[in-house]
T-cell receptor
Framework: GQSLEQPSEVTAVEGAIVQINCTYQ??????LSWYQQHDGGAPTFLSY????GLEETGRFSSFLSRSDSYGYLLLQELQMKDSASYFC???????????FGQGTELSVKP | EAQVTQNPRYLITVTGKKLTVTCSQN?????MSWYRQDPGLGLRQIYY?????VTDKGDVPEGYKVSRKEKRNFPLILESPSPNQTSLYFC???WGVGNQPQHFGDGTRLSIL
């Protein structure tokens, strides 16, 4: 079966840097995405990696190593509003079938 | 305004009573997908569609049906709902997959008694 693993929760202080890891085991791989979800709200897209390396978008960066089946989301200059759940998701067939991780709840403290 | 609209937002119903959750997008997106979200399980894909008249099963399709007769609409049908389908449901759409960001609707909270 397909599986993704990410930590269930992470705590950090305002202004700090935090890294959320995601390891995957899937039958195919076409890309790794990251989504943010605030309590009760709709998920919003953060980033996507199809090739190895780092993608940077403002305070958020995402990294992928296909040989290690591993990626991470890096959040810099943490703000209180970054407190949310973060999900990684792998697209594992060309048709658009994908699987999400169980989510990492990030708590940002003052 | 670009958006994905789901209806209803909340529904309490009884076992066995057929229901449909509608999903409509105004961005001319080709890809649409349904997910359910349960505590501790993240989002699980139910069905997805790459284009009109093309649908495929996700990870948890049992007990659900979908159709894609027009590009903008992708309804989720529960023919005979059961309590284990009580969940928060999200519809999403995008131009394609991969680096195309999925736009999610606001969610539909279903309670099956």
């Amino acid at each position: 079966g397909q599986s993704l693993e990410q930590p269930s929760e992470v705590t950090a202080v305002e202004g700090a840097i935090v890294q959320i890891n995601c390891t995957y085991q899937t039958s195919g791989f076409y890309g790794l995405s990251w989504y943010q979800q605030h309590d009760g709200g709709a998920p919003t897209f953060l980033s996507y990696n199809a090739l190895d390396g780092l993608e940077e978008t403002g305070r958020f960066s995402s990294f992928l190593s296909r040989s290690d089946s591993y990626g991470y989301l890096l959040l810099q200059e943490l703000q209180m509003k970054d407190s949310a759940s973060y999900f990684c998701a792998v697209i594992y067939n060309q048709g658009g079938k994908l699987i999400f991780g169980q989510g990492t709840e990030l708590s940002v403290k003052p | 305004e670009a958006q994905v609209t789901q209806n209803p937002r909340y529904l309490i119903t009884v076992t066995g009573k057929k229901l449909t959750v509608t999903c409509s997008q105004n961005m001319n997106h080709e890809y649409m997908s349904w997910y359910r979200q349960d505590p501790g399980l993240g989002l699980r894909q139910i069905y997805y569609s790459m284009n009109v008249e093309v649908t495929d099963k996700g990870d948890v399709p049992e007990g659900y049906k979908v159709s894609r007769k027009e590009k903008r609409n992708f309804p989720l049908i529960l023919e005979s709902p059961s309590p284990n389908q009580t969940s928060l449901y999200f519809c999403a759409s995008s131009w394609g997959v991969g680096n195309q960001p999925q736009h999610f609707g606001d969610g539909t909270r279903l309670s099956i008694l």
